[in-house]
């Protein structure tokens, strides 16, 4: 099966989009009553304004380029009128660009409780498109769920990043930055043993075992699988060696440490996601 790159790249930069999004608004409740209070430090707003744009503009070319690659030009108002209203993906897609709509819109509030909640039903509605959609409702429920935990890690790397940057140039005292990182790394231990479960059961229920290296699919899901225990790692080391380090006397070495783990934790969350933006595509089953 012939992979459209339009499509790939175009799923990539949305899930890439919405999950910053999604990831930085949930830093100012990681924040709620120890520091940081400025929203904007979160979502500065050209950046999130971008991002919204982008998460809507990506999404407006993978259902442009969806529609030409089942229909052709000629018939593409007719294709995307069958598609929308006519199949299994048009209520799908259709929750889809209402919530990026909203989510522009939460954005320009410059509100990050409205951009979480906005994000979170983007998010959530992905769960009704991949390849579990038709198993009844356990299958839409572990996608929507996965999709939301994965950008909350993944997304939450870019605030992470910032908490790092401002403890290390003095914008951020070191004592706040160690008590919104040690917040996120216990929401983040959640955040990956859901991913885990969520992410197996899936597999369970779309290939109906482990998956195989036969299998395009499976050699995906194995690259996936390699590069989140990788970032697992990563995750581990901030966690039990670098942030209780980040507010004692050895905090310069640590931050410094810190910020090239987070780095090497944001490449794997791309690659991730890149993954992730061929695999919804292809055939579960196809050798
Ligand atoms: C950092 C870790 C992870 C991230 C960022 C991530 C992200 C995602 C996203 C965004 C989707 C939705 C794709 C779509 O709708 O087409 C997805 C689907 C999926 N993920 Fe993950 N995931 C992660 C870890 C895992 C793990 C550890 C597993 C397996 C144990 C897994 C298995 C799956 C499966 C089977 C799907 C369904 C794909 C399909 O529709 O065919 N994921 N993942």
């Given amino acids: 099966m012939d992979i459209d790159p339009v499509i790939v790249l175009a799923r990539f930069f949305y899930y890439g989009a919405t999950s910053v999004l999604f990831g930085s608004s949930l830093f100012s409740l990681y924040a709620a009553g120890i520091g940081q209070a400025d929203t904007r430090f979160w979502l500065p707003r050209d950046a999130a304004a971008t991002l919204?744009?982008?998460?809507?503009?990506?999404?407006?070319?993978?259902?442009?380029?969806?529609?030409?690659?089942?229909?052709?030009?000629?018939?593409?108002?007719?294709?995307?009128?069958?598609?929308?209203?006519?199949?299994?993906?048009?209520?799908?897609?259709?929750?889809?660009?209402?919530?990026?709509?909203?989510?522009?819109?939460?954005?320009?509030s410059q509100h990050p409780l409205l951009v979480a909640t906005a994000a979170f039903a983007v998010l959530f509605s992905e769960g009704w498109s991949g390849h579990g959609a038709s198993a009844?409702?356990?299958?839409?429920?572990?996608?929507?769920?996965?999709?939301?935990?994965?950008?909350?890690?993944?997304?939450?790397?870019?605030?992470?990043?910032?908490v790092i940057a401002a403890a290390r140039t003095g914008t951020m005292e070191r004592r706040v930055a160690e008590a919104i990182l040690g917040r996120f790394s216990?929401?983040?231990?959640?955040?990956?043993?859901?991913?885990?479960?969520?992410?197996?059961?899936?597999?369970?229920?779309?290939?109906?075992?482990?998956?195989?290296l036969s299998t395009g699919y499976g050699r995906l899901l194995l690259l996936k699988v390699a590069l989140f225990a990788a970032m697992a790692g990563l995750a581990a080391i901030n966690r039990l060696f670098l942030v209780p380090k980040v507010a004692s006397h050895h905090s310069g070495g640590a931050l410094n440490a810190m910020s090239a783990t987070i780095l090497l934790e944001q490449l794997a969350g791309a690659a991730v996601l890149f993954d992730v933006a061929v695999l919804g595509l292809i055939?579960?089953?196809a050798r």
């Fill in 283 to 285: 055939d579960p089953h």
């Fill in 52 to 108: 919204a744009t982008m998460a809507l503009l990506s999404a407006l070319i993978w259902l442009a380029a969806f529609t030409i690659s089942i229909g052709n030009l000629d018939g593409f108002i007719a294709t995307l009128q069958t598609i929308l209203f006519g199949s299994s993906l048009g209520t799908a897609w259709i929750l889809r660009l209402f919530f990026l709509a909203l989510l522009f819109l939460a954005v320009l």
């Fill in 136 to 162: 009844g409702w356990l299958g839409p429920t572990l996608h929507a769920v996965h999709a939301v935990c994965a950008a909350a890690w993944v997304g939450g790397l870019v605030a992470l990043a910032r």
């Fill in 186 to 212: 216990r929401i983040g231990l959640v955040v990956v043993l859901l991913l885990a479960t969520t992410g197996s059961a899936m597999a369970w229920l779309i290939i109906g075992g482990m998956p195989q």
